[in-house]
């Protein structure tokens, strides 16, 4: 089955903590973006990654890195996270044409909660 | 400014009902446009692309207005399950790998 993967689903962790958030796509798609969703916001994108080694920020970088060193995954890294970042994480993937035309395909999101 | 603004609704209808959500763009040279619609805490899935010419896909039916920066989604003979936020999504022509998403207008349709 086609899908896009994100692990953990849930965490709850403490300021200062590092922590990482795994993406995972099995559609051998070249692009793969990370978002997190907070109300009344929508989504905002966080980094996204046109290819392996390609990575490039999106509108709310700060405080996020990430890498693509294999094609299907793209893990989310917070350093020293802070509890503004609680939020919806989602990641998703598509397509080389991911504005023109290719669908993204988004995981079932991971909802972290840093106290 | 936000680049993209939707009304939050939430808009409620009874069922067989007709009924249009719109959302607005500020960046004139935005180049595509979508819809996306997301269940309660579930992921957006891509409910569908919106073309120049508009564009009609069931039900569901997507325009365009370039001159006045936005772009509609009408649902018609709504169903209880189209009970959902659509998500309305712009991506810029300088940088065709980033995406803005509106907020959400949250459609509940009702027996």
């Known amino acids: 089955e086609a899908q896009v993967t994100q692990n953990p689903r849930y965490l709850i962790t403490v300021t200062g903590k590092k922590l990482t958030v795994t993406c995972s796509q099995n559609?051998?798609?070249?692009?793969m973006s990370w978002y997190r969703q907070d109300p009344g916001l929508g989504l905002r994108q966080i980094y996204y990654s046109m290819n392996v080694e390609v990575t490039d920020k999106g509108d709310v970088p700060e405080g996020y890195k990430v890498s693509r060193k294999e094609k299907r995954n793209f893990p989310l890294i917070l350093e020293s996270p802070s509890p503004n970042q609680t939020s919806l994480y989602f990641c998703?993937?598509?397509?080389?044409?991911?504005?023109?035309?290719?669908?993204?395909?988004f995981g079932p999101g991971t909802r972290l909660t840093v106290l | 400014r936000k680049e993209v603004e939707q009304d939050p609704g939430p808009f409620n209808v009874p069922e067989g009902a007709t009924v249009a959500f719109n959302c607005t763009y500020s960046n004139s040279a935005s180049q595509s446009f979508f819809w996306y619609r997301q269940d309660c805490r579930k992921e957006p899935k891509l409910l569908m692309s919106?073309?120049?010419s508009g564009n009609e896909d069931g039900r569901f039916t997507a325009q365009l207005n370039r001159a006045s920066q936005y772009i509609s989604l009408l649902i018609r003979d709504s169903k209880l399950s189209d009970s959902a936020t659509y998500l309305c999504?712009?991506?810029?022509?300088?940088?065709?790998?980033?995406?803005?998403f509106g907020s959400g207008t949250k459609l509940n349709v009702k027996p």
């Open positions: 998703a993937s598509s397509g080389p044409r991911a504005g023109r035309g290719d669908t993204q395909y």
């Open positions: 919106v073309y120049s």
């Open positions: 559609m051998n798609h070249e692009y």
């Open positions: 999504v712009v991506n810029p022509l300088y940088n065709f790998n980033k995406f803005y």
